[in-house]
């Protein structure tokens, strides 16, 4: 198998990680924001597989199929907010919701 | 098989770059799809198969079919990517990507001053995985099985059209 170090992987995490924080910071559009905690969930679990396989134990895989449930049932309620968003207002910009009252 | 994982590492990140720049969705889509793949490569070299074939069948698969159609159900027009290309102005994502910048230094940073460790030294199959989830992990998938079912509910909820007097109710 192959020697890749630790460090490598995790430091692969935090970028994508952090690309995605960017995402999220950067965009207005709610479809690239779901898309960028998309990117940032993936990687919290790449981070957890490294590890996983840094300490030869199961754990870190089984952390990731959670992760991954997570994300997808986030997702599913996501994108039915965004249908619902994209009905009352037209638009998908952040900043027509920000008000509580629609 | 290094060489696999730093090239697999650097198509994620540029596919990941890609995907926050693009203004249009399904371009973002397409490279998101490409970052997930690399992803799924890494967790093969990893040693994690269960981990890449999860990633490739439900995220590159499922998760990412359900953005398609919602895109494909808003039906945006060309009108979108102009109206994105406006907001992504230097003025706007000059500043967020300072900070982004500071923290990811500060994260390899941290990574490098305790280096020395090595990944990867054998596989964890599927095999093993399968006997921690439905052993010590059992409640946790029941959970998670729930945790579904709510998701499903809520986007069952969110989903239905408004067919008639729905409109007038809120």
Known sequence: MANIPLEAGLG???VLFVIGLTGVLVRRNIVFILLSIEIMLNACGLAFVA???????????????????????????????????????????????????? | MNITFYICAIIAIASTLMVITSVNVV???????????????????????????????????????????????LNLGPHTSRQERNWLSPRVWIGPAILSTVLIVEL???????????????????KQVGIALFGPYLLAVELTSILLLAGLLGAYHLGRRDSDNGEAKH
């Open chain 1, 12 to 14: 692969l995490a935090v």
């Open chain 2, 108 to 126: 390899v940073y941290a990574l490098i001053s305790q280096a020395g460790k090595t990944a990867a030294s054998e596989v964890v199959s599927a």
């Open chain 1, 51 to 102: 590890v996983g396989s840094y300490l030869n134990q199961p754990d870190g895989q089984v952390m990731y199929f959670f992760i991954l449930t997570m994300a997808a049932a986030e997702v599913a309620v996501g994108l039915g907010l965004v249908m619902q968003m994209y009905k009352k207002f037209n638009t998908l910009d952040t900043n027509a919701i920000n008000r509580m009252r629609g």
């Open chain 2, 27 to 73: 371009h973002a889509l397409l490279y998101f799809i490409v970052s997930l793949l690399a992803v799924g490569v890494i967790f093969f070299v990893l040693g994690a198969p269960f981990a890449g074939a999860l990633i490739i069948i439900i995220n590159a698969g499922a998760i990412m079919v359900l953005f398609v159609f919602v895109i494909m159900m």
